[in-house]
Antibody, heavy 126, light 107 residues
Framework: QLQLQESGPGLVKPSETLSLTCTVS??????????WGWIRQPPGKGLEWIGS???????YYNPSLKSRVTISVDTSKNQFSLKLSSVTAADTAVYYC??????????????????WGQGTLVTVSS | DIQMTQSPSSLSASVGDRVTITCRAS??????LNWYQQKPGKAPKLLIY???SLQSGVPSRFSGSGSGTDFTLTISSLQPEDFATYYC?????????FGQGTKLEIK
């Protein structure tokens, strides 16, 4: 059974860089069928997709965050990571990692997130 | 960006009720629509993908329908464990976006 687990600091200072890692167990991150994604949820609010990465290193990001986001993959450790720079209080959220299933159908990508990690709360505060 | 709007934002219902939640896209997204359930303090769980395909392990009382801009999630007979927040998500655009959520509460 595939499982994902986020790890990283729970408190980050304003203007610094948020760094999180997602460890995948029960399956290989190098599977050709999947991307791996990050999604966040501010307290009491909805879900926002941040970006996704393929095991080869190919990435795509939410344009609203693209200038501050870097997602990387380490296939030897079966992990992928998120870095978000120049954080502010607006970046306070629960951050989830998830397997991003992508299937090309008629020129479009049918895609969904499953399963998800349990999530980790990151608070931006001095 | 493709905007996803869910209605209602909140809903009160009783065990055994039939419940329908609606998701509307700001442009046609064909059938590139998924539904998730989120319980307090937990990660979202995939229920329905491609508008109407039931994810493995999800009870058959959940169903999805629709295409183009209008979609529905139906729970045929509410069970106590179904009280949660539900989100739709489109993948027609590479900028995947979610609806704002519908909170289903016990009446």
């Amino acid at each position: 059974q595939l499982q994902l687990q986020e790890s990283g600091p729970g408190l980050v200072k304003p203007s610094e860089t948020l760094s999180l890692t997602c460890t995948v167990s029960g399956g290989s991150i190098s599977s050709s069928s999947y991307y791996w994604g990050w999604i966040r949820q501010p307290p009491g609010k909805g879900l926002e997709w941040i970006g996704s990465i393929y095991y080869s290193g190919s990435t795509y990001y939410n344009p609203s965050l693209k200038s501050r986001v870097t997602i990387s993959v380490d296939t030897s450790k079966n992990q992928f990571s998120l870095k978000l720079s120049s954080v502010t209080a607006a970046d306070t959220a629960v951050y989830y990692c998830a397997r991003h299933v992508v299937i090309a159908v008629a020129g479009q990508d049918l895609a969904w997130f499953d399963p998800w990690g349990q999530g980790t709360l990151v608070t931006v505060s001095s | 960006d493709i905007q996803m709007t869910q209605s209602p934002s909140s809903l009160s219902a009783s065990v055994g009720d039939r419940v329908t939640i609606t998701c509307r896209a700001s442009q046609s997204i064909s059938s590139y629509l998924n539904w998730y359930q989120q319980k307090p303090g937990k990660a979202p769980k995939l229920l329905i993908y491609a508008a109407s395909s039931l994810q493995s392990g999800v009870p058959s009382r959940f169903s999805g329908s629709g295409s183009g801009t209008d979609f529905t999630l139906t729970i045929s007979s509410l069970q106590p464990e179904d009280f949660a927040t539900y989100y739709c998500q489109q993948s027609y655009s590479t900028l995947h976006t979610f609806g704002q959520g519908t909170k289903l509460e016990i009446k």
